[in-house]
């Protein structure tokens, strides 16, 4: 039946609605961290699904998600914890347990294209990918932990810090998603590009177009590991490390 919990059938062509599944991912990492008696995880995904579960048309609905699980830490008590998409700082209940959830996009359907933007334009994104040796056409294996280029922040890892525990951190990744053959590399052009001829090896490829219209008639553009920024009457300029995570995380050429 559509919307069986069974559906889809591997054996079998996919089809709409009959073997079609009620739930998949356009990309989905995970990070986790074990150390001692205390446990992390991380789940970022970009979600299509069906609002009442059962397959049918009219009821797609799709979401970016951010999901932090963390145990075993002191209770009551507050933990950073730095992601790929950004930094939370969370109190740990009674029982020395974080649960943190960031849902965004179209969840009550039908979703208007401005709602499906939502999902498309949120937290998760650009995808993260394996630094090098992924399988053809894919980012990534999901059976296998790998490091990984894309953060928008820089940040390409996963960490834990407060008290009790110190500094945990992993740069380990499972990330599934497939290539579109038919996407087009992203251009760099102007300013940024004569800036990245020369800096390249310091903040890798692109991972977003241009970004224009920002303070001043500025404009930016991110990169693996870093970003390139210009005003009109100045040169480009690169930020990169630990000055890009701030200058992103305060708004980057519109931040205070």
């Known amino acids: 039946m559509p919307g069986d919990r069974l559906s889809p059938r591997p054996d079998q062509p996919l089809s709409y609605p009959d073997n079609f599944p009620d739930e998949a991912f356009w990309w989905a990492g995970e990070a986790s961290i074990e150390s001692g008696n205390t446990s992390a995880l991380l789940v970022m995904a970009q979600e299509a699904a069906f609002a009442n579960e059962a397959v049918k048309a009219g009821d797609q609905v799709a979401f970016g998600r951010i999901r932090i699980r963390v145990a075993g830490v002191t209770p009551n008590t507050s933990y950073t914890i730095t992601h790929p998409y950004g930094?939370?700082?969370?109190?740990?209940?009674?029982?020395?347990?974080?649960?943190?959830?960031?849902?965004?996009?179209?969840?009550?359907?039908?979703?208007?294209?401005?709602?499906?933007?939502?999902?498309?334009?949120?937290?998760v994104g650009p995808f993260l990918r394996w630094t090098s040796g992924a399988p053809e056409g894919y980012v990534g294996d999901p059976n296998v932990e790998h490091a990984v280029v894309g953060?928008?922040?820089?940040?390409?890892?996963?960490?834990?810090?407060?008290?009790?525990?110190?500094?945990?951190?992993?740069?380990?990744?499972?990330?599934?998603?497939?290539?579109?053959?038919?996407?087009?590399?992203?251009?760099?052009?102007?300013?940024?590009?004569?800036?990245?001829?020369?800096?390249?090896?310091?903040?890798?490829?692109?991972?977003?177009?241009?970004?224009?219209?920002?303070?001043?008639?500025?404009?930016?553009?991110?990169?693996?590991?870093?970003?390139?920024?210009?005003?009109?009457?100045?040169?480009?300029?690169?930020?990169?490390?630990?000055?890009?995570?701030?200058?992103?995380s305060v708004g980057a050429q519109n931040g205070r």
């Open 87 to 123: 930094t939370v700082t969370k109190d740990a209940d009674a029982t020395g347990t974080i649960n943190y959830t960031l849902d965004e996009g179209c969840f009550d359907a039908p979703c208007t294209q401005e709602q499906f933007g939502r999902a498309a334009n949120g937290t």
């Open 151 to 248: 953060s928008p922040t820089g940040n390409n890892f996963f960490q834990v810090e407060g008290p009790g525990i110190g500094t945990l951190r992993t740069d380990r990744f499972a990330i599934q998603g497939k290539i579109d053959a038919g996407q087009e590399p992203l251009a760099v052009q102007g300013s940024i590009a004569a800036k990245h001829a020369t800096v390249a090896s310091l903040v890798g490829n692109p991972i977003t177009d241009e970004i224009t219209a920002q303070r001043f008639g500025g404009g930016y553009q991110k990169f693996e590991r870093g970003s390139i920024a210009y005003f009109p009457a100045s040169e480009a300029f690169a930020v990169a490390g630990g000055i890009n995570t701030v200058w992103n």
